[in-house]
C-alpha cells in the first residue's frame, strides 16, 4: 500500500490521547481528575436543546444550504455586530462542523510545497499539523511568557517572506490563556500595508470568553484587512456545545466560494438540528454564560494562586480562555515527565506545553474547565508531588 507521503506526517491533538488515558485509569477504579480537556464542563442551554429537538419534530430531517440556513446565517451576522460593531453580509458566513474544519479549510486552501504559513507556538496543534499536511513550510510566531504571552508585531513582520500565504493568529489564545496586545494588532495591520498578498486566519473561538473587563479586539476591526481576513468562532466554547459540533467562519469575498465548494466536497451541510440549536443559543437568553464565565472566572483566581503555591512552579494570570500554562523548569524535568507525574502519581489529567509546540517546553497547560472541588483536590495532589 501507498499512501501520500504528507500524511506520513500528520499531527494530533494530544488533548484526546490524555482524554482517553485519563478515562483508561478511571475505569481501572482510580479517581482521576481532568484538567486536560478543553471544553467546558457545564450542559448546554436548555433551551438550546429544546430548539433541537422541536427542529427534529418538525421534520427538518434533510440537507440544509451547504453554507448553512439563512436564518442562522443572519442571527451570526447580528451577533458579530452586537460584539463587533461591524455590519457583515451573510453570504460570507459559512457554517461548518465546529470550528475545527475552518482552520483546516484555509490551511488547504493557501498550503503548498514552497510558501509559508505563519502560526503561533505554543498554539493549538492542529495549525502546525495541517500546515505541514500541505506540504507549506510552517513559521512559528513565538509567544513568550516574559511578553504575556503575546507577540511582538516586529517580529511577526520581519517573518513575512515573499512565499508567506497566511499568517495564523488566535486571541485569547489556547493553550495560555494570553490575550493579544491592542498596540501590537496595530502595528501588525500597519505592517501588512507592505503585504497585500498575505491573508490573515483569526483564531477567535475564545472572543467572549476574556476576565476583568478586558476589550475583546477582534482583527474585523481594521477595514484595510477585511478583503483578506478570515475569522473563525463558534458555539462550543461560549455555549459549552463542544459535541454537537458548530462553528461559524466568515470568508472575504474572493474565498467564499472556494471555501463553500470545499464543504460540499466533504461533509454537504451541518446537520439540521444543531443549526436551529445555534439560532436559539444566539438569538435567546444568556444567563448560562454569563453564569458560566463568572465561575471560571473564580476557578481562575484559584488555579492561579494554587499554582503559584506549589514548588517550583510558577503561573502567570491567564486574561482569557479557561487554561492556565504553568512554567515548571524550575522542577528540572521535561514538560512530558511532569505531565506523567502528575497523571500516574497524582491522578490528574493535564496536556504538556510540548504537545502546543516545541516552544512550549518548560510548560504544563492545566485546563480549569472543571468544578473548584476538583481543582482543589487537584492542586493539593500535585503540592504533594513537588513539596
Ligand atoms: N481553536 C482553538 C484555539 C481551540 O482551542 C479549539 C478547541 N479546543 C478550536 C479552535 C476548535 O473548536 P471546535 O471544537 O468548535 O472545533
Known sequence: MQINKLY????????????????????????????GIGQPDFSSPVHVVEAAIKALKDGHHGYTPANGILELREAVAKNIYNFRSVNVNPDNILIMPGAKPIMYFAIIIFGEPGFEIMYPNPGFPIYESAINLTGAKPVPIELKEDNSFSFKAESVLEKITAKTRLIILNSPANPTGGITNANELDILVKGLEKFPNVTILSDEIYSRIIYDDIQFNSLLKYEQLRDRLIILDGWSKTYAMTGWRLGWSLWPKKLIEIATRLAINTYSCVNAPTQFAG????????????????????????????????????CIKPKGAFYAFANIKKTGLTSNQVQDLILNEANVATVAGTSFGELGEGFIRFSYAASLDNINKAMERISTIFN
Not at 506520513?8 to 475505569?27: M, P, Q, R, W, Y
Open 8 to 35: 506520513t506526517k500528520i499531527g494530533t491533538e494530544t488533548a484526546f490521547d490524555i482524554l482517553a488515558k485519563a478515562e483508561k485509569l478511571k475505569s481501572q477504579g482510580k479517581d482521576v481528575i481532568n484538567l
Open 279 to 314: 439560532i436559539a443559543a444566539l438569538n435567546g437568553p444568556q444567563d448560562n454564560f454569563d453564569f458560566m464565565l463568572n465561575e471560571f472566572n473564580k476557578r481562575r483566581n484559584v488555579i492561579h494562586e494554587q499554582l503559584n503555591s506549589i514548588n517550583n512552579f510558577s
